[in-house]
């Protein structure tokens, strides 16, 4: 997510003050008389600071996303990396700074068109002095926006247009292989909390509809009872990203985890999420006898395949179980409700 640039007080209120002096230049250059010229000098730099300082503040309001109009997986993500309540006060704070200089500018406009050409500095003195004050007010929050500006830089490009299947399972059973086998160029890194690889996107097409594939090392691989309240909330947050998850077993063991540990996690993560399950028993080709496969496979109900992915041979049935189930859960009406609140909210 790219968010606006994000300056401290002094440098909004330097650049304030200097184009006030530039315009105040402009005026002193005129023919004017000089009472009135006094006047106009100092109307000259209260306005121009304020609405200097004042275009910046609207183009941090305008270009810093609101949370609620956020599919549901970004707010999640930036209450987790931020905390969405910091971000929505320091976004407010902006916004009442960006009142306060306009009430300023109008009112100092009035006096110092009352006063006389002395007390006009006078006047525009003390308007600089609340400026600078009403601006050096919201530097925590400046401060606060910038540090957001970079920690959601790297946030995941999630494509709310396609469907979207997460990857789950114990480390070492095949997860990146199968991204690497069934997506088309090599995946995309994101950020992610939890994880120090990130999560892992890749993406294809088939039959005119989209698909994004994500792994998810190092955080839906142990139990979730281990977990503590923000890592729940990191692992929530991937309830709204995916439409489907894919769950891959290692019944060759070879990964280093028991069958029933690996049926464990599952059933975990069956229970916490509400979401379509696909299960891959992996490594087939390492299998000596299928009695173990068999024994859980008995105990599964979502649907099941058997694989070898490292050697994709049934990388496209695997593709026509996503489709079907993507058409079965993932109706495009989700995106089109998005945009239609979207709108919605900008109407109010
Ligand atoms: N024989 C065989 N090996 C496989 C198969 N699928 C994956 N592997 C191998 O298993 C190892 C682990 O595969 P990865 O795809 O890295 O597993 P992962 O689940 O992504 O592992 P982590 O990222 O550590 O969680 C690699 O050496 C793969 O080549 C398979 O179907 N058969
Ligand atoms: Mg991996």
Redo the contacts with the bound molecule.
């Keep these: 997510m790219k968010l606006p640039h994000i300056p401290t007080p002094d440098e909004l209120i330097d650049k304030g003050f200097n184009r006030a002096s530039r315009a105040a230049s402009k005026v002193r250059s005129t023919k004017l008389h000089g009472r009135v010229k006094g006047m106009r000098i100092e109307e000259a730099r209260v306005q121009t600071a304020c609405q200097t300082i004042n275009s910046t503040l609207d183009r941090i309001i305008k270009e810093t996303p609101i949370i609620e109009e956020l599919p549901e997986f970004y707010q999640d993500y930036i209450d987790i990396v931020v905390g969405v309540d910091q971000y929505k006060h320091s976004l407010g704070a902006v916004y009442w700074a960006y009142g306060v200089l306009k009430q300023i500018e109008a009112q100092y406009t009035t006096r110092i068109r009352k006063s006389d050409s002395l007390s006009a500095i006078d006047i525009r003195k003390e308007a600089f002095g609340r400026i600078a004050s009403v601006v050096n007010r919201i530097e925590d929050e400046l401060d606060f926006l910038d540090f957001a500006k970079r920690e959601l830089k790297n946030m995941p490009n999630i494509d709310f247009t396609a469907t979207r299947v997460v990857i789950a399972?114990?480390?070492?059973?095949?997860?990146?292989?199968?991204?690497?086998n069934i997506t088309d160029a090599s995946p995309k890194v994101a950020n992610y909390p939890f994880t120090t690889?990130g999560l892992q996107i890749g993406n294809y097409e088939l039959n005119w509809r989209k698909y994004q594939i994500i792994?998810t090392?190092?955080l839906l691989?142990r139990s979730i009872n281990d977990m503590n309240e923000i890592e729940l909330n990191a692992i929530a947050a991937l309830e709204h990203l995916g439409n489907i998850i894919i769950y891959?077993f290692?019944p060759?063991q070879?990964?280093g985890f028991l069958m029933e540990n690996q049926y464990l996690l599952y059933a975990e993560i069956k229970k916490v999420f509400q979401t379509p399950m696909i299960c891959l028993f992996?490594?087939?080709?390492?299998l000596e006898t299928t009695d173990l496969m068999d024994e859980y496979i008995a105990k599964i109900d979502d649907p099941i395949f058997k694989?070898?992915?490292?050697?994709r041979s049934n990388i496209n049935d695997i593709k026509a179980v996503i489709e079907d189930l993507s058409k079965q859960y993932c109706s495009d009406d989700e995106f089109e409700k998005y945009l239609e609140e979207l709108e919605k909210n900008r109407g109010r």
């Design positions: 399972g114990f480390p070492n059973v095949g997860k990146s292989t199968l991204l690497n690889k792994d090392p190092g691989d891959i290692d060759s070879t990964s992996n490594k087939t080709d390492l694989t070898s992915i490292s050697d």
